[in-house]
Nanobody
Framework: VQLQASGGGLVQTGGSLRLSCAAS????????MGWFRQAPGKECEFVAH????????YYADSVKGRFTISRDNAKNTLYLQMNSLKPEDTAVYYC?????????????????WGQGTLVTVSS
């Protein structure tokens, strides 16, 4: 498996979760990475991206100030720390590897996708 997301679950409004994405070195070490999400009945939505060395990050307005994307290149792992969760954050979250050294908010910039992990925020 080249990308495997984990860490989803059920949490109350205002709670926190940390998602992880374990990657093979081949698709991680020199690639920008991103998180996307898809809620039931909705299109895939960009959440956050990070460049290859973690020096640059970018967030969707809907999660800015609440979510933090990070990476540990020694462990080939991508993270998404989610705080102050809201019911509208409920979705399947996907990690993805960019075709470039930098991330992007566009899904077609990504060449590898994980299987997704479900986050459910109860009101």
């Amino acid at each position: 498996v080249q990308l495997q997301a984990s860490g989803g679950g059920l949490v109350q409004t205002g709670g926190s979760l940390r998602l992880s994405c374990a990657a093979s070195r081949r698709v991680f070490s020199n690639n920008g990475m991103g998180w996307f999400r898809q809620a039931p009945g909705k299109e895939c939505e960009f959440v956050a991206h990070i460049n290859w060395n973690g020096g640059s990050t970018y967030y969707a307005d809907s999660v800015k100030g609440r979510f933090t994307i990070s990476r540990d290149n020694a462990k080939n792992t991508l993270y998404l720390q989610m705080n102050s969760l809201k019911p509208e954050d409920t979705a399947v979250y996907y990690c993805a590897a960019s075709r470039y050294a930098y991330g992007s908010s566009k899904p077609d910039s990504y060449v590898k996708w994980g299987q997704g992990t479900l986050v459910t925020v109860s009101s």
